[in-house]
T-cell receptor, first 112, second 111 residues
Framework: GQQVMQIPQYQHVQEGEDFTTYCNSS?????IQWYKQRPGGHPVFLIQ?????EVKKQKRLTFQFGEAKKNSSLHITATQTTDVGTYFC????????????FGKGTLLTVNP | ETGVTQTPRHLVMGMTNKKSLKCEQH?????MYWYKQSAKKPLELMFV???????ENNSVPSRFSPECPNSSHLFLHLHTLQPEDSALYLC??????????FGPGTRLLVL
């Protein structure tokens, strides 16, 4: 079945440093989504990418979808302590399929 | 913040107990989901309901029994669970294939 790999599993940075997490799917995706889960919280939807090569920005966060629609990345510029949490990517194979396949997530910790 | 509510938020049960988890969404979405989140594992999809019909059962053991009486409510009935079933159980809803809105979860401990 479809697999979604995410690296790194953990990332510790100093406040102000940049951070990137990468996501790779074993199959071509219809779309990919990113979620953030704060410690003790639940996943919260951040963004959805649909088009090949798409790039979207949300303030300090930049999301990219690969040309082959099999990989994606999330980049945070100048991290802040509020960025702490686990970032998950989730792939959807499209059509009427409601199933999302989640990566294991990247836990980001930020040293103030 | 969330239009998806879950009760109870915490649950401790013995292996011989029967309990139910409840999820309610106030977003008018068509689809609802149950996920299991264990330490060091990806979010595991358990069940998907679309317009009250089950469209996905991800090889979940029969000791977990879902029920979806309408598009706004979803239950997960639990019986004779094992300690390895201890996890955070998350409910989610979505308006279309893709974007999911999660509830706060029920943290379950099986003794």
């Amino acid at each position: 079945g479809q697999q979604v790999m995410q690296i790194p599993q953990y990332q510790h940075v100093q406040e102000g440093e940049d951070f990137t997490t990468y996501c790779n799917s074993s199959t071509t995706l219809s779309n990919i989504q990113w979620y953030k889960q704060r410690p003790g919280g639940h996943p919260v939807f951040l963004i959805q990418l649909v088009k090949s090569g798409e790039v979207k920005k949300q303030k300090r966060l930049t999301f990219q979808f690969g040309e082959a629609k099999k990989n994606s990345s999330l980049h945070i510029t100048a991290t802040q302590t509020t960025d702490v949490g686990t970032y998950f990517c989730a792939g959807n194979s499209g059509g009427s399929n409601y199933k999302l396949t989640f990566g294991k997530g990247t836990l980001l910790t930020v040293n103030p | 913040e969330t239009g998806v509510t879950q009760t109870p938020r915490h649950l401790v049960m013995g292996m011989t107990n029967k309990k139910s988890l409840k999820c309610e969404q106030h977003l008018g979405h068509n689809a609802m989901y149950w996920y299991k989140q264990s330490a060091k594992k990806p979010l595991e999809l358990m069940f998907v309901y679309n317009f009250k019909e089950q469209t996905e059962n991800n090889s979940v053991p029969s000791r977990f029994s879902p029920e979806c009486p309408n598009s706004s409510h979803l239950f997960l009935h639990l019986h004779t669970l094992q300690p390895e079933d201890s996890a955070l159980y998350l409910c989610a809803s979505s308006p279309e294939p893709g974007t999911q809105y999660f509830g706060p979860g029920t943290r379950l401990l099986v003794l």
